[in-house]
Structure formats: C-alpha cells, structure tokens
C-alpha cells in the first residue's frame, strides 16, 4: 500500500496533462484528493504495520537485466517517515494554492509529477531507480518556479537547475564508482550495502557522492540556489521546496553515501561538520539582514539544513536520529512559514518588503497570520513544544562527544536563530507607531478555509511531533539500528 | 494523616493537576473563549486557586513531612544514550515553591481583573499568564536537566508574550525582544553546560546525576568548575545577573502585575531555584580544562557568589538615581536576586531560598502597590509626579510601607530581616568577610532608595493634578495587598530557613529556635554582626533619605553630584555600551556574511560560472566559421599538435 500514492500521483498528473482545460476548481480538487488520498494511504500502511528495521519490499521487478538494474521499491523505518512528511506538506501545498488561476491544470500536473518523483526517490532501493525519480524532480520544480514564479524567475529558476546538475553529475559519478568497484553487477542497496568498499575507493567516492546530494540540502557554500529559489517559487512550489525537495538530497546521504561508504565518512567526518556549521551560522547572519520577507526564510532554510547535514556529517546514532527529525520538522515549519509570507501575506498586499509591511498592520488586520506566524517562528527557533527542539537538541548532543566546538558554533546558531525570527515577526505584523505612514490602505481580503486547513495540518503536525516524538523515534530508531546500517555503525561508534 | 501510608498515585495525581490546570485554562481561553470575559476570568482564576489549594495539600503532606514522592515519570523520549523523560519532583524544595509560585499566581490573578478590566485583549491577557503559571511550575516540579530546559524555554516565551503584551508601543516590543534575546543567550551557556554534565555522567535525572557524584566525586574531571558556570550562566539569564541584567528593567514595560509576578517573584527567581536544585553540581572543588587553567583555584562557586555581590551592588547604586516608580522596583529586585545568587555562592542556599520566599511575598506587594498607583495616578510612573498618596490611598500605602520594611530588612517586624541575615551568616560562615561586607552595605542602599520612593511619591504635598485625585482600587485590588501583607511581616517568625536546610541539605544538623526571644529576634543572637551591622546602615540609610528628600520639591543630586547622578540616570552606561560594542559588532558581521553571500558566492562564483560557460560559448563560436578551409586548417594543426606531443 505505500507505494499506492507513487503511482497515484503520477497517473493524476497524466490525467491533468491530457485534459487540461477543465473547469476552473476541478484540477484543484483533483489534486487534493490525489495528496490526501496518498497521505491517508501512507498513514494506514504505517499504523498497520509498524515499519521499523527490516526493509519491506513493495515491488520487485527486472528491469535492465545486463546492468542488474530492478524496478525495485521498498521502505523502512526511514523511509516510511519521510513518506509521511512528503504526504503532510503536499496536501498542505495544495491547500495553500487554492488561488491559482493560471492554467492550474499545467500547474497541479507539474506538482504533482514533482511529488511523484519525491515518493519514488523515497521508495526506490535501486540506486539507478533512485537516480531516475531524483533527476525527474528537478525539471517539474524548474518549470514551475519559470513559469508560475515572482521576482527574477528566470534567473531563479536556471540557477536552481544548474545548481542541481552540477550535484547530479557528483552523484552519478559516484554512484558509477560503487557499481563498478563493487564488481557485483548489481544496483540493490542492501547488497551494495553488504559490500564493504576498499578504502582508497571511499575515501574519494564519499565527498563526491555526500557534497552531490548535500548541494541539493543547501550545503554551504553551495547553498545560493536555495534562497534564490525559495524566493522566486510560487508559494506551493517553495513549500515542496523547502519541505521536501531539499530533503532528498539529506536522504540521498543518509541512505546512500553514509552506509556505503562509511570509512570515507569518518574520514571527511570534520570537513563536512564545519561546513554545515558554517552553513547554520552564515544563514542566520543573512537572514537577520534581509528586507525582503521570502529571502529571511529562504536563508533561514539554509541555517536549518545545516543542522540536517551535520548530523549527517558526525552519524552517531543521536545525531542521525536528530538530523531524520530535523528533516521532517523543517519540512514542516518551513513549508508554514512559506505558506504565510508567499500565500497569506504577499499574494494580498503584493510586498515582501519588510520596511513597507509595517504599514499594513497585520498583526490587526490579518490576526490569523500573525498568529501563525508566530508559532511557526517559535517552532523554528526551536522552543521546546514545536518538533524543532528536539531534533537540533539531538544533534546537538550527537555532535558533542566528536566534537565540542562545533557545538559551541552551531548553539551560536540557534541564539541567532531568535534574533532574526524575532526581527521578523516585530517587522512583518506587530509594527506599531514606528512604521511610516502610508496612505489609506484597504484591508487585505479575509482568511480562506483552505487557509485555515492548511495551516492547522501544518501546525498540529509541527505540535504533535514536538510534544510525542517517540511516535516517529518509534520507525527510526530500528531503522537506524537495523543490519542496514551495520557498516556505518561499526566504524562510527568506538 | 499519615503520608505514606497513602499510595503514590494519588499524590502524583494532585501534582500532574497542579501543573496542568493553568495550561488547560489557558488553551481553553486561547481555542474558545475569548470573547467571554466572565468565563476566562472563572476559569483562570479557579486554575490557580485550585493549584493553590493543591499545593498547600502536598506542602503538608510531603513538605512538612520531609518526605518524596516517588512518581512514575513518563517516558518522553528515548534515543541511544539519551533518556528524556517528563518527571515530577515533589520534595520539601518543590512543595514550598510550589506554593509559592500558585499563591503569588492567584493573588496576582485576582489583582489582574481590576487592572486590566478595561483592556481589549483581557482574555489574552489571562490566557498568557495561565501559560506562563504553567512553565513556572514545570520548572519547579522537573526533576531532569532536559524537562528543566524546556521549561526554561516556554518561561522566556511566556515573558515574551506577556512583556510585548502592548506590542504596540515600540518600547514594549523592544523590550520584549531585548528580554528573550538575552535569556536566550544565558541559555546557550546553560545548554553547554547540561552537554557537559550529560556527557560525563551518562544522565540528565538529577537524581541520578547526584547519586553518580557522590559514589565518583571526580567524574566530571577537569570540566568541572566550567560545567558549573555554563549551567550558572542559564541563571545569569533568568535571573538577570551582570552582565545579562539589561532586560530586566526594560521588561518593566509590561502589564504591572505581570511584573509582580513574573518579573519579581516567580520567573528571575528560577534562576536561583535551579541553582540550589543543582547545587550539588556546583559544590565542586575547582577544576578547569587546559585553556582555562589561569583560572586555578577560583571554583564556579566563587564565580556565582562575586557575580551576586556585584550585581546587588550595582543594582543598588543605579536604584538611587530612578525617578520611575517601576524602574526603582525593578532595580531593586535586581539587587535582591543579587543576594540569593550570593548566597548560593557562599555555600547557603538555604539562605537563598529563604530570601527568594519572602522576597516573593514583598516584592510582589511592592509591584502589586506600584501598580495600584499608577492605576490611581492615570498610568504616570514618574514618582516626582505623585506626592501625598499616603493621605489618598490609605490602604495602598500602608501595605506598601510594610513591604519597604521586609525589602529593607527592618527588625523583628519585617520577614526580609530573618532571610536577609540567613544570607550575611552564609557569607560569614563561608569565610568571604567582602561579601559580608557588600551585602551589610546594601542595605544601607537598599534603605536610601526606598524612602526616597516612599516620601517622594506618597509623603507631602500633591505634586499634580492626578495625584491630588488618586483613591485606593476596588476591593479585588486592595484585597491582595492586604494578604500579601501578611506573609511579608510574618514570615520570618516562622523556621522557614531552618526548613530549607533540611530540604537541601538532608540529615544536616539545623539550628532550632526555642522561645520567644529565639523566634523573634534570632538573628541578633545567632549571627549579631550582620544584624547589627545592617540595622545600623538601615538607620543611616533612613536618615540620608529624610534629610535629603523630606519637602525637596526635586532631586537634590544632580545639583550636588551632577556627574555620578548623570551616571546612575543612564544606568552606568551598560546600555549604552553595548549599544557601541555588540551591536555594530554583530551588524557589521551580518553585514559582511550578506555582502559576501550576495556578490562573492552569488556575483563572482555563480556568474563566474555562468561568464566563465558564455565565453566558452563565443570562443567556440568564433570557431564555428562554417569556412572549410578554417576547418581543414585546424585538423591540421590539431593533429601537429597531438603528433608534437606524443613524440615529447
């Protein structure tokens, strides 16, 4: 059942494609009750069977025989989380592109071949499958932010896919490297997995292969695509984008390079700790600067990836446990935080400007966004309650015994975290006597419901994770435990 | 009745209510009732008077008894080697805070719907203060390093919420701000510190983590004395310590009963609870890692005690120069807290949880009064512009001159007399006579500027047209006065230190007092020098204030001392100096990271790129000449130049 949303989405993205003048709402609620089915149907596969350790296999089938390439799906603890985070934001992104009216048919069939593609590179233990479902995400994602997307798109939109290539071309040269000095003609992970690699082949395999796939996590100082990117995306576009684009790329380095190749990754160990430090205090120093309201969390994103990648980076079983969490909480906050600014303020008073918003009041006039807004900030600065806090404070104590000062470096982070949130909220709606006058300005249109829906799904998942993580700790804990990681384990725990 | 006898359950029961019922009134009101003014106010008040009355049922059950409660945590989070659970600790310590934090809650709830019976966002109003009652009190029942964290947390956040509450005026929102960014930053060192002690002891229970030290003394090594300044600068925070004190006074800018209550008694005060929870981490002999190893034989305890005189004096100094009525307070409360942490630091945390008791009880009557006159006074705060209250407001000032008496130290009548002579014998016992010397010089201080407050705002003549029309509140304001009253004169009779000796400290061999003249005047025959000493520098203290202050129709000061006064106006320039150091520090690296991130990274190395590709691109198709005589002319020298190579 879990691999049923896979080919719903694609099937309703065909459908989409061919019959594309439809009425105006029908794609709409097309698409919805494509997400929503797919969420329903991960859920229920989930609570049925409590996926932990052992890896189910959804679908096996040959594919290209000469290569040992299998049209192969299965999931794991892992996985199926990440499925879940991928069902959460995709019905929250629908929800909060109720008001698109140009040529939504084009646009939800782009959306949800994107989702498609998220659900496959999830599910797929084929790393040529997996390869296939991350490359086609890349072009959906392009094609809307060009054609549906706000300030400098253009650039935006061919600077994202450049970028995204350029990790691309590392992973497919590293992913040839494991199938060719393997010598096992095979493409399984779990076989490659078995495989111990010599090390002169990991040490240089791993960097390539763990900066492909962080570039698409927003490594430092690759991140520039991110915000560029988050900025000029239609609202639902940067809610994917941060919520579960950027993820693939962490995912790729949890299941791909860390296992494979372990011995590399203790060796490079430290290079990529301090780049993802880097990453999280160099995002928050740009986000605290920003004017424009988009770009606050687009670098905002980048501080919050880098907590993602230095997990990855140490792997000791708390800071990995941390970084999976991190994934799904930022997935989750960044796509509210997204949904507000794009949705509920830009796309009615037509500014990000954090010097003009003030003007409009919205802490008065819009109380539901503020509102909002301020949750979905608190949970980002990681307050205790929203699922922030506990994945950085896993990290956190998982990168203490490899290393205190990266520690040290990244708590710098979170301090800076508050400050810009903080900057934001003051700027964004509770401007008071101080903001400029400006003249008569109308009230922006009232909350929808969809609005309000998506929000609440946003929000009552960001809660619920923080106040009962071992509902999620419960699926990754065994997985992380389990033979599959064996490798990575052996070498990383003294 | 006999505690232990009854099961367990029951108890845990009483204490999961005390701590969750202000959530659930709160939610309740946040989700559903905020347009019914008569409901909130029920349901918040009921809250917490029934949280109260619960924790007066555990205090005697547990408190009085001596005994724990053995609750069943629940399991929270279980992760490799982390183990988070949500715990509750009910021993003597957390009962008697408990009731603390409920009773001023409920005095300053009560008082809250006069004082802000006219506001538009009442209902959010009490949802805020049932959230913030919440925190607090996860705080006091933790019984774990990470749940302590977390309501460390939620505490800022419910101060956020409350200080900003007028989120309108610039000031409050500043000042709302200013208060989490700095907590935050004592938090950073705080959550250093938990890293440091998790790591070495395998644990985060302070249970645990005490039975750990106490079979390895050494455990935490060479790490030590740092361990327990991180965790100390988590109070330096909250509790608002030089040098992270400058949010406490600027949070002043909140609703007056929240700064009764959060910004007085409760809240600042965790600091000081946490500290004496964990003192057994703190009580360590000095050890420091290589990098720190000038720091020598200096322990963390030192650290505590010097950052506690420091801060009382300072505070003290500036407290003189205020002419705001809140500001005064606040100054003032920073100097009390400068005595617990003292205290702490001296070996006596006893005596610091003596002090945070009865401080609680009249610094909150003080801020409850403060807030009557403002109220009386139109909202004005500037104590040059009262004058005469005393006549007016009858009530308000006589329950406001027995609080300036405990916070004084007066003897026999006043509770501060008893805690704040616990705190001198502590700096005594533990051999820091310039400690001693400080705090006896405090007081003095301490005396200076309350009457100063006294016969400015509430002596004399009139000063304005508000002034000359103050009354007292209604009766759901002058209640809490009357009741606050009560516990701040009487406290002291009652073996409150002896009590928290035994609480910290268990097994530890208590002095008793015996009769009348050990119950009332205790201090002057337990430990004479510091009550001498003090009541000698309260009468001086008195007498400087009268002869200066008595009829002046304005400051004398500045005319007199017209630097040091310009000095203490401007609050020793802590302000202004990190105004000229941190800030432009911080945005000039902002700054830089934005620049580089903007024209480095993004200018030279994407459009290098890109620049670097369209060259490529117009070099090749400068090659592209369709001319077949180009072509053949460049095979040829392709392949000369393949043929010389080879052949090298």
């Known amino acids: 059942m879990l691999a049923f949303p896979l080919y719903l989405c694609f099937a309703s993205a065909l459908g989409l494609l061919l019959w594309r003048r439809t009425a105006s709402r029908l794609p709409h609620w097309i698409t919805l009750a494509t997400c929503g089915l797919g969420l329903l149907l991960t859920v229920t596969a989930v609570i049925q069977r409590t996926p932990g350790a052992e890896v189910v296999t959804l679908v096996r089938l040959p594919w290209i025989p000469t290569w040992g390439a299998e049209f192969h799906l299965a999931a794991d603890g892992l996985s199926a989380s990440l499925l879940v985070l991928t069902g959460i934001a995709s019905v929250g992104g629908v929800l909060f592109s109720w008001n698109v009216q140009d040529r939504p048919g084009e646009f939800f069939s782009l959306y949800l071949t994107l989702i498609g593609a998220v659900y496959g590179v ?317 003249e008569a300005l109308a009230p922006p249109a009232p909350i929808t419901v969809p609005e309000v829906l998506g929000s609440g799904l946003l929000l009552v998942s960001t809660v619920g994770l923080g106040l009962f993580p071992g509902f999620v700790l419960d699926w990754i804990q065994p997985a992380l435990a389990g033979p599959f990681f064996d490798g990575l384990r052996r070498v990383m725990v003294p | ?343 702490v630091g001296c070996g006596g945390p006893d005596a610091a949880m003596f002090h945070l008791t009865t401080h609680a009880c009249f610094k909150a009557l003080l801020f409850l009064g403060a807030g009557a006159v403002i109220y009386a006074c139109h909202h004005e705060q500037n104590i040059w512009k009262m004058g005469g209250l005393a006549k007016r407001m009858p009530v308000t000032f006589w329950t406001f001159l027995l609080a300036t008496a405990a916070l004084c130290g007066l003897p026999v009548l006043s509770s501060g007399f008893y805690s704040k002579d616990a705190i001198f014998a502590a700096a005594l016992a533990s051999n820091r006579p310039v400690l001693f010397g400080i705090g006896v010089l405090v007081v003095g201080l301490t005396t200076l500027y309350m009457s100063r407050l006294v016969i400015i705002a509430f002596l004399g003549e009139s000063r304005s047209e508000a002034a000359s029309h103050a009354a007292d509140p209604g009766r759901n304001m002058t209640l809490p006065l009357l009741i606050l009253a009560v516990p701040s004169v009487s406290l002291g009779w009652l073996p409150v230190g002896a009590y928290f000796k035994s609480a910290i400290f268990p097994g530890a061999v208590t002095h008793s007092a015996e009769g009348f003249s050990d119950v009332f005047f205790e201090p002057f025959n337990h430990s004479p020098l510091g009550a001498f000493l003090g009541f000698g520098l309260m009468a001086f203290g008195l007498s400087v204030a009268f002869a200066t202050y008595w009829g002046a129709a304005m400051d004398p000061m500045p005319g007199h001392l017209p630097r040091l006064s310009r000095a203490l106006r401007n609050r020793l320039y802590f302000d202004e100096i990190y105004a000229a150091t941190l800030i432009p520090l911080h945005d000039a690296v902002a700054a830089l990271a934005d620049w580089v991130d903007r024209w480095i990274v993004q200018g030279l190395f994407v459009r290098g790129i890109s620049g670097g590709m369209d060259l490529f691109g117009r070099a090749l198709r400068l090659v592209q000449t369709g001319n077949l005589q180009t072509y053949a002319f460049l095979f040829v020298a392709g392949v000369a130049l393949v043929v010389l190579l080879a052949l090298k």
């Open chain 1, 122 to 438: 999830f599910l797929s233990w084929d790393l040529l499958l997996f390869f296939v479902f991350y490359e086609l995400a890349i072009i959906p994602k392009y094609l809307l932010i060009a054609r549906w997307g706000s300030t400098r798109r253009d650039y935006a939109a061919m600077k994202l896919a450049l970028y995204s290539f350029l990790g691309s071309a590392a992973v497919l040269v590293g992913i040839v490297a494991l199938y060719a000095t393997s010598g096992l003609n095979t493409l399984d992970l779990s076989a490659l997995a078995r495989h111990s690699f010599p090390p002169s082949t990991q040490a240089w395999a791993f960097p390539v292969l763990f900066a492909g796939f962080a570039i698409l996590a927003g490594l430092w100082p690759l991140h520039t695509w991110a915000p560029t990117g988050h900025v000029a995306a239609p609202t639902a576009a940067s809610m994917l984008l941060a919520g579960v684009i950027m993820k693939l790329g962490a995912y790729g380095c949890l299941r791909i390079a860390l296992p494979l190749l372990p011995e590399g990754a203790r060796e490079s160990r430290f290079v990529f700790g301090v780049l993802a430090v880097a990453g999280i205090v160099w995002g928050a120093l740009v986000a605290l600067r920003q004017r424009d309201f988009k770009f606050v969390i687009g670098y905002s994103s980048v501080s919050h990836m880098g907590f993602v990648i230095l997990g990855l980076a140490m792997a000791t079983p708390l800071a990995l446990s941390g970084a999976v969490l991190q994934m799904i909480s930022h997935g989750i906050i960044a796509g509210l935080l997204f949904a507000v600014v794009g949705r509920m303020v830009y796309d009615r008073t037509h500014t990000r400007d954090l010097e003009e918003l003030g003007a409009h009041r919205l802490g008065k006039t819009l109380p539901f966004a503020a509102v909002t807004f301020v949750l979905a900030g608190f949970a980002s600065m990681g307050v205790p309650g929203f699922s922030g806090f506990i994945a950085e404070l896993q990290i956190l104590l998982g990168t203490w015994p490899v290393s205190g000062r990266l520690v040290a470096v990244a708590g710098f982070g979170i301090l800076l975290g508050a400050a810009y949130v903080l900057r934001a909220v003051h700027l964004g709606f509770f401007r008071g006597d101080d903001s400029p006058p400006l």
């Open chain 2, 1 to 343: 009745m006999e505690p232990t006898h009854l099961p367990a359950t029951n108890f845990q029961d009483l204490a999961w209510a005390i701590l969750l019922l202000p959530l659930v009134s709160a939610l309740a009101i946040t989700l559903g009732l905020r347009r019914n003014r008569e409901l909130t106010t029920t349901l918040s008040l009921s809250a917490v008077g029934i949280g109260f009355g619960l924790s007066v049922w555990l205090f005697f059950l547990y408190g009085v008894s001596g005994e724990r409660l053995a609750a069943t945590p629940l399991s929270w989070m279980s992760v490799g080697s982390l183990s988070a659970h949500l715990g509750l600790t009910v021993d003597p310590l957390s009962t008697l805070m408990l009731m603390v934090v409920t009773g001023v809650s409920f005095l300053v709830h009560v008082y809250s719907t006069g004082y802000m019976e006219d506001d538009p966002e009442y209902p959010r109003y009490f949802a805020s203060l049932g959230f913030f009652t919440f925190s607090m009190l996860g705080i006091v029942l933790s019984d774990n390093f990470v749940q302590t964290f977390i309501f460390w947390e939620l505490v800022g956040v419910s101060s956020y919420l409350l200080v900003g509450f007028w989120y309108e005026k610039p000031a409050a929102a500043d000042a709302a701000k200013k208060a989490f960014l700095t907590n935050r930053i004592g938090d950073f060192g705080f959550l250093l510190g938990i890293l440091i002690v998790w790591a070495a002891t395998g644990t985060v229970s302070f249970d645990a983590m005490a039975a750990k030290l106490k079979a390895e003394p050494g455990i935490l090594g060479a790490a030590a004395s740092l361990a327990g300044v991180l965790i100390f600068l988590g109070a330096v925070g909250k509790s608002a310590q030089l040098p992270l004190h400058v949010w406490l006074p600027d949070a002043m800018e909140g609703p007056t009963p929240v700064s009764a209550l959060i910004h007085a008694a409760t809240m600042v005060a965790a600091g000081v609870y946490m500290l004496c929870r964990v003192y057994f981490l703190l009580d360590l002999p000095a050890a420091w890692p290589a990098a720190l190893s000038f720091l020598g034989s200096i322990s963390a305890l030192d650290v505590i005690a010097w950052t506690g005189a420091l801060t009382s004096l300072v505070a003290g100094v500036i407290a003189i120069q205020q002419d705001d009525i809140k500001r005064i307070l606040a100054y003032s409360t920073l100097s009390q807290l400068g005595y617990m942490v003292m205290a």
